[in-house]
């Protein structure tokens, strides 16, 4: 229990969680804004993407090698990343350092220089890194299972790398800057951060960075729902002796929905570590993969997400691997959990709960999420009581509800055999 | 219970204790931050102790370990996975080239869990005929994970071009061949030479009492005895490289890269400290020299510079992912380019005060929970000496600047260097 010791401190525009532990000297913090990547452009996240990663590029007062001088100097961690409807930062940095730290996040934030020249740099680099990304099977598995699951309008939908390179040859840096405007604002901020903090000082901080950040009012015109698209992707590539398999299926199911903590216990039981089932059967009792798991992605407090499963094959196991999954997918499915899996997991995640707190880093994670997914704070103190409480009947009744393997859509990449 | 320990030394608030009836090392750091522990077993045997033939036994053990002992096992409803998971335990193990490890970061309370089961695994293991059967295509299936990836398949074949006789010319895994010949008689023989307690040194890093903690280590470790079979020494040295060698790896994808390396000293040597500045400069950030001349000209999408630190002499190297239609040899020339400028020019005080302050502050992160601690130990006694690790920002701190242009200019040469470059199909 350690909500009692998080202040919450709202500020004109922002609230912040700060939980002050004993670590000494180290700061971690985490934040994010909704940006709502949508509008009258040919591909919103990838503008998106493109415009935070401009961020560090340089700003009105500083170019980016001095940015990044004054960061390494202090050996303090800085990074701005894209996040779906979310614009994100992440900060750690000794205690001292926290002024200088947070006025380069406010500067490249609120005065990002823009370049043209480093624009460039930045477009071909990322056209690379998505020619790279062609001849990775993950990916190529992943994007023809997010292609069978979701329209062009959904927020979980991934550009291919072919149609993104196409649209990076023609992207403009005035889309950029007009992104910018447009889509950075004080929307739903919120900042958490643990440590050797002083959570009133942090917030004058914080109060300095985001001064005269407006809400402003949007609603999205995302599609909601994912298609159930039964069958089979198959994408070849050369050279590729293990094969990336994928399996999913959308849940109409968001971080608020009463099934979803049943949901998520119920999946972790099936792939969620080395102990649950896909691993204890198709890897250790059948030799027949390294990696498998299941898990639900994409679910977010607006939005549902879907259920996957991976798994790497072999090209001599594929036939056998993919069997051998599927049937433990319908087993878990018709026969349920047991009482015994149930009462395991619920232990494991209640240890693993702790585990994930043992660092500022850790514990500002956790209280971001909580508050993206749209919980109050005392979830954080809730949620191990709550998965306590669920019954091997609701877990199953929410298996049945949710999943039917003949629903399931199949995704291959790599080399096939003969 | 202190009795059956002797207390050997402390350093940067970390103690050291032997057991006085088998040798094993225990390195002890209380830190109740957080209520957790992190229970790490390093086994002081990796690739490097494997011989042609059976190569990749050290990480196929590894494997095996997770099947369990007559006490913990599957078919008891008590293998390792499911014991320690069931306590919320984040449980895995790795290998690298001279050492393997095992660890638990687990609520304080479970500690005694995890030891039970190391002690028990450390002599009991199965390794089990059925076993090595099932685990062979999981570990082969990791091999061709690998194999898709050509930048892993360039560094495996640049580590191979460097090393000719030495073991380090085999990747951890081993070959696929031997790999798949691998028996249990041969992973039996070789838990037998290295899974000792006068072998592995126990680092228990969190939420502990001092007292309580060795009790528990007398406890489950206690019992076990020091080896009788005596371990082989790796005593085979590297002939002297004499002229480049270069390496092309052909594999489908649609960018290449360049990995140029150099035959650095062996781990503790203190020119490594002074080479280890130099990576950091060469390759880290946007101020790093790679970065400025590479990466930020358009020539490569990312570029990083390393110092592999091995208990024999390991790699300097830098990397280049190559960018749309840029020629290997132009940025394998970019590279030599900044490596020469550095030899001839040295680098600048504050240089070499940036790189400084990240290790320093990093050390501080690291106390920051107590996996990395631990995590750091387990390289530290790798390389040969636990105090490396709480020596290191004294070590590096002694660097000069002259120091580092003197070892691009000893080590940074033709003779010890390795070019590799994959070319996409």
């Known amino acids: ?418 | 219970m202190l009795e059956a320990f002797s207390f050997i030394e402390t350093s940067g608030g970390i103690e050291q204790w032997v057991h006085k009836s088998n040798d094993l090392q225990v390195l002890l750091y209380p830190d109740a931050t957080a209520p957790v522990v992190t229970f790490m077993v390093t086994y002081r045997v990796g690739s490097r102790n494997e011989i042609p033939g059976n190569t990749g036994a050290t990480h196929f053990l590894e494997h095996m370990m997770f099947k369990g002992t007559e006490r913990f096992n599957k078919q008891a409803g008590t293998s390792v996975f499911n014991v320690l998971q069931r306590v919320g335990a984040m449980v895995n193990a790795t290998t690298w080239m001279d050492r393997t490890n095992y660890f638990e970061l687990l609520p304080k309370a479970h500690l005694p869990l995890a030891m039970e089961i190391e002690a028990d695994r450390m002599r009991f293991a199965r390794l089990s005929p059925e076993d090595v059967t099932s685990e062979k295509t999981v570990i082969l299936n990791e091999f061709d994970r690998g194999d898709n990836e050509p930048t892993q398949n360039l560094y495996q074949t640049v580590w191979s071009m460097a090393y000719l006789a030495h073991p380090y010319h085999h990747s951890t895994i081993g070959w696929r061949s031997d790999i798949e010949q691998t028996t249990p008689e041969k992973l039996r023989a070789f838990y037998d030479t290295f899974y000792w307690p006068d072998n592995a040194t126990l680092s228990i890093i969190g939420d502990i009492d001092r007292e309580q903690a060795l009790a528990w280590v007398h406890q489950y470790f206690g019992s076990l005895p020091k080896s009788t079979i005596p371990r082989p020494e790796v005593t085979i040295k590297e002939p002297q490289q004499r002229g480049e060698r270069r390496i092309t790896v052909r594999k489908e994808a649609e960018l290449g890269s360049v990995m140029i390396a150099f035959k650095n000293p062996e781990g503790l040597h203190t020119d490594n400290d002074a080479l280890d500045m130099l990576s950091m400069v060469l390759g880290s950030g946007k101020n790093s020299r790679l970065y400025r001349a590479l990466t930020d000209q358009g020539l490569t999408v990312a570029a990083y510079a390393a110092n592999s630190r091995h208990r024999d002499p390991g790699l300097f190297y830098l990397f280049g992912y190559q960018a749309m239609g840029v020629r290997h040899a132009k940025i394998e020339k970019a590279i030599l380019k900044v490596i020469k400028e550095v030899q001839k020019n040295g680098i600048t005080q504050e240089e070499l005060d940036r790189a400084r302050q990240k290790i320093k502050t990093s050390m501080a992160f690291d106390r920051d929970g107590s996996y990395n601690i631990a995590s750091e130990l387990n390289e530290a006694i790798a390389i040969g000496d636990w105090k490396f690790y709480t020596e290191y920002v004294t070590r590096i701190g002694a660097v000069t600047v002259a120091d580092v242009q003197r070892v691009a200019q000893t080590y940074l040469i033709e003779d010890r260097r390795t070019i590799g470059w994959h070319l996409p199909k």
């Open chain 1, 1 to 418: 229990m350690f909500v009692h010791r998080i202040k919450t401190l709202k500020t004109e525009n922002a609230t912040i969680f700060a939980l002050p532990t004993s670590v000494r000297e180290v700061v971690s913090w985490y934040g994010s804004f909704y940006s709502f990547p949508e509008g009258n452009y040919p591909d919103p996240m990838l503008l998106q993407e493109l415009m935070v990663a401009m961020l560090d590029k340089g700003t009105l007062y500083r170019d980016k090698f001095l940015i990044s001088d004054e960061l390494e100097s202090r050996g303090a961690q800085l990074q701005l990343f894209s996040d779906g409807l979310r614009i994100g930062f992440f900060g750690r940095a000794l205690k001292t350092d926290l002024p200088a730290v947070l006025g380069v996040l406010g500067e490249q934030l609120n005065a990002p220089q823009f370049d043209p020249g480093e624009f460039e740099k930045l477009r071909l680099q990322t056209i690379s890194a998505r020619q790279r990304s062609l001849s990775n099977t993950r990916y190529r598995a992943e994007l023809a299972l997010n292609h069978a699951l979701y329209p062009d309008n959904h927020p979980n939908y991934n550009t291919s790398a072919e149609q993104e390179i196409a649209l990076l040859e023609d992207m403009k840096l005035e889309q950029i800057r007009a992104y910018h405007q447009k889509h950075v604002s004080a929307n739903q901020l919120i900042i958490s951060t643990a440590g050797d903090v002083d959570p009133d000082g942090f917030a004058s901080m914080v109060d300095q960075v985001f001064l005269g950040w407006k809400v402003e009012n949007r609603t999205s015109t995302f599609a909601t729902l994912g298609n159930i698209n039964p069958g089979k992707t198959v994408t070849a590539l050369k050279d590729r002796q293990n094969l990336d398999v994928m399996m999913g299926i959308p849940i109409p199911v968001t971080t608020l929905h009463p099934d979803y903590l049943a949901l998520y216990l119920a999946t972790y039981i099936l792939g969620g570590n080395f102990s649950a089932r896909l691993m204890n059967t198709v890897r250790d009792e059948q030799g027949l993969t390294y990696g498998i798991g299941a898990s639900l992605s994409g679910v977010t407090q607006e939005y549902a997400g879907y259920f996957q499963i991976y798994v790497t094959l072999s090209q001599e196991n594929l036939g056998k691997g993919i069997t051998a999954t599927e049937e433990q997918l319908r087993k878990w499915v018709q026969e349920g959990i047991t009482e015994s899996e149930l009462a395991e997991k619920k232990t494991t995640i209640a240890g693993k709960y702790q585990v994930e707190m043992a660092t500022t880093h850790g514990l500002a994670r956790a209280m971001q999420q909580n508050a993206e997914e749209g919980y109050a704070l005392d979830m954080l103190d809730d949620y191990v009581p709550k998965i306590e409480a669920l019954t091997a009947d609701e877990v199953n009744r929410v298996i049945r509800k949710y999943i039917n393997p003949e629903d399931i859509h199949l995704s291959i990449a790599g080399t096939l055999p003969e």
